[in-house]
């Protein structure tokens, strides 16, 4: 049986047989690639994941996590990023509630 926990909406947390997989949320444009063909692809938007990076354990995922919020965060001040950190971590006490 394989994880699959999504967290922020923008990332997810899976397995497979020998680690921990954290992947991203994409939006995909077909039309943007240069081989696209109108007559044999669909010019549907769509959101796919994808793998980013390889964890040993659940918690090291879970901070990767964290570390790119706070590096993607567009807070201005110490306030806000505080803010944005308290709210990831209350996403994760609630997601880990749920576990219980």
């Given at each position: 049986?394989?994880?699959?926990?999504?967290?922020?909406?923008?990332?997810?947390?899976?397995?497979?047989?020998?680690?921990i997989?954290?992947?991203?949320?994409?939006?995909?444009?077909p039309?943007?690639?240069p081989?696209?063909?109108?007559?044999?692809?669909?010019?549907?938007?769509?959101?796919?994941?994808?793998?980013?990076?390889?964890?040993?354990?659940?918690?090291?995922?879970?901070e990767?996590i964290?570390?790119?919020?706070?590096?993607?965060?567009?807070?201005?001040?110490?306030t806000?990023?505080?803010?944005?950190?308290?709210?990831?971590?209350?996403?994760?006490?609630r997601?880990?509630?749920?576990?219980?």
């Amino acid at each position: 049986m394989t994880l699959n926990i999504e967290i922020s909406g923008q990332y997810r947390i899976t397995s497979d047989s020998m680690q921990i997989v954290v992947q991203r949320k994409h939006t995909v444009d077909p039309t943007k690639s240069p081989a696209f063909n109108p007559a044999k692809h669909s010019a549907e938007v769509r959101e796919e994941w994808r793998d980013w990076k390889f964890c040993g354990k659940v918690e090291q995922a879970i901070e990767l996590i964290a570390r790119q919020n706070v590096l993607d965060s567009d807070a201005t001040t110490l306030t806000e990023l505080h803010s944005e950190i308290v709210a990831f971590r209350r996403e994760i006490s609630r997601l880990m509630r749920l576990v219980d």
